[in-house]
């Protein structure tokens, strides 16, 4: 890959309290990654292409923890209901039809056309129980040039009989769908997906332990989002400590490989811990969980306990695919809770925000989300001129309107690794 430089306003949070701000420098990629960061190009990168983005800013891509693609097509339906009725009267219907491949082509590529345009470049996915329809959904994020990991759903239990595999079937498919997918896919690739533990079996988790550890895979749950699924676990499996240790007895918390658990709204101290232990990511939902009347987590005293954590918009109990709108989101409802429920945690400020949905999330993928050097060149160039203000603002006010007012259409360019994707 050849050697280049972006020339703009960087912005970028090596630490949840510190933005760095660079006006009018150059960020420099070599072989994918970024070189550094220079008021003047050196050197030794004489010649070298540059695009100057005049005075736009350019700050890394954004990591989504947490969305189901094949809820993209009924964002914004269902959205008075809490989670077990949501999950009975909207989710489970929508999903059942992606076992139609035609359905699931039409309706994947929606969702892959919008991410594609979004502000984010890395992304945990959930698709449904089919392995062919999974298959499918990773074909096209392929070609998007994004880098995602994406999990056939695992289910054998307390399912609807329409949505509900044999734990054999469930079994079978996931390692048919790891095969083809390890061989298929260089930017997508596969990671276990147990829906949540009340819809699988202990024979199911058990095996899927195994499975990590044969292929060496991530994993990605639900965790302790809604108090009526809370107490469904804690009747299902009346032996565990906690929501985390159901998981944790299979070896799918964290001990296995990589792992990614969205919500922990209701997380007790010692499941707080064990995620800190095992260091488990959280996946901080914070619209999905207004939507869902679930409750707000306290994601400040994560970040202050030094938990791994990122956002996760959590389509379709989140509506937006926005990485920006996800962090004026987790900002706003730290303000809540904080005024509401525990004035000890101080609200999130919009750097720890910008750096849980770049650095923080990011982290899940390796060296992704910050310009320091060695970091993957994942970047966005960003263009504000359609928010006028009345005179001259410093480039972090700017990005504070472009999290807040922003859309897609100011993103003027995107890399994923170096590679240009959008622009
Ligand atoms: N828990 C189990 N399945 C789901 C889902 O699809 N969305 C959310 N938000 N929580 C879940
Ligand atoms: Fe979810």
Same mark, same amino acid.
């Given at each position: 890959m050849k050697t280049f430089a972006v020339k703009g306003n960087l912005l970028?949070?090596?630490?949840?309290?510190?933005?760095?701000?660079?006006?009018?420098?150059?960020?420099?990629?070599?072989? =994918?990654?970024?070189?550094?960061?220079? %008021?003047?190009?050196? *050197?030794?990168? /004489?010649?070298?292409? $540059?695009v100057d983005c =005049?005075?736009?800013?350019? @700050?890394?891509?954004?990591?989504?923890?947490?969305?189901?693609? %094949?809820?993209?097509? &009924?964002?914004?339906?269902?959205?008075?209901?809490?989670?077990? #009725?949501?999950?009975r009267e909207y989710t489970f219907p929508e999903e059942a039809r992606y076992a139609d491949l035609a359905y699931a082509e039409k309706a994947y590529r929606l &969702? !892959? #056309? #919008?991410?594609?345009?979004?502000?984010?470049?890395? /992304?945990?996915?959930?698709?449904?129980?089919?392995?062919?329809?999974?298959?499918?959904?990773?074909?096209?994020?392929e070609?998007?040039?994004?880098? !995602?990991? $994406?999990?056939? @759903?695992?289910?054998? $239990?307390?399912?609807?009989?329409?949505?509900?595999?044999?734990? !054999?079937?469930?079994?079978?498919?996931?390692?048919?769908?790891?095969?083809?997918?390890?061989?298929?896919?260089?930017?997508?690739?596969?990671?276990?997906? %147990?829906?949540?533990a009340p819809a699988c079996s202990a024979k199911l988790m058990a095996a899927l332990g195994d499975l990590q550890q044969k292929h060496a895979l991530p994993l990605q749950s639900h965790l302790s989002e809604s108090p009526a699924e809370v107490a469904w676990v804690k009747s299902l499996f009346p032996d565990c400590r906690f929501y985390g240790d159901v998981y944790d007895r299979f070896g799918l &918390?964290?001990?296995?490989?990589?792992? @990614?658990?969205?919500?922990? $709204?209701?997380?007790?101290?010692?499941?707080?811990?064990?995620i800190g232990k095992r260091g488990v990511f959280i996946a901080h939902c914070p619209q999905s969980n207004v939507n869902l009347s679930s409750g707000i987590a306290p994601a400040k005293a994560y970040l202050e306990s030094g938990l791994r954590m990122g956002l996760g918009s959590d389509i379709a109990g989140g509506f937006s695919l926005s990485g920006f709108?996800?962090?004026?989101? !987790?900002?706003? @409802?730290?303000?809540?809770?904080?005024?509401?429920? #525990?004035?000890?945690?101080?609200?999130l400020s919009l750097t720890e925000a910008f750096y849980l949905a770049t650095k923080g999330g990011g982290a899940?993928?390796?060296?992704?989300?910050?310009? *320091?050097? =060695?970091y993957e060149f994942d970047a966005l160039v960003l263009d504000d001129r359609s928010l006028p203000a009345t005179g001259e603002?410093? %480039?972090?006010?700017?990005? +504070?309107?472009?999290?807040?007012?922003?859309?897609?259409?100011?993103?003027?360019?995107?890399?994923? +690794? =170096?590679?240009?994707i959008l622009g």
């Open positions: 970028y949070t090596p630490s949840p309290s510190r933005m760095v701000c660079l006006p009018r420098h150059f960020l420099v990629c070599e072989n =994918g990654r970024v070189a550094g960061t220079f %008021p003047a190009l050196p *050197e030794k990168y /004489a010649g070298i292409d $540059v =005049g005075n736009g800013l350019i @700050v890394p891509g954004l990591a989504d923890l947490h969305l189901h693609a %094949p809820q993209y097509a &009924f964002r914004g339906l269902g959205m008075d209901r809490e989670l077990l #009725d949501w999950l &969702f !892959a #056309d #919008d991410l594609k345009k979004s502000a984010t470049t890395r /992304a945990c996915i959930f698709a449904t129980i089919h392995t062919d329809a999974t298959l499918l959904l990773m074909r096209m994020l070609e998007t040039g994004l880098v !995602a990991a $994406v999990g056939k @759903v695992n289910m054998d $239990v307390n399912s609807p009989d329409y949505y509900c595999e044999s734990t !054999a079937v469930s079994l079978s498919g996931t390692e048919r769908w790891i095969m083809q997918s390890r061989a298929e896919f260089r930017n997508v690739f596969p990671i276990l997906t %147990p829906r949540f &918390f964290g001990s296995n490989g990589p792992t @990614v658990m969205a919500h922990c $709204v209701y997380s007790s101290a010692d499941e707080v811990e064990l709108r996800g962090i004026s989101d !987790a900002i706003q @409802v730290s303000k809540l809770r904080f005024r509401l429920q #525990d004035d000890s945690q101080r609200p899940f993928f390796g060296k992704v989300g910050s310009f *320091e050097a =060695g603002l410093a %480039p972090e006010d700017r990005l +504070s309107r472009l999290v807040y007012l922003g859309d897609d259409r100011c993103i003027r360019r995107k890399y994923v +690794s =170096g590679k240009k």
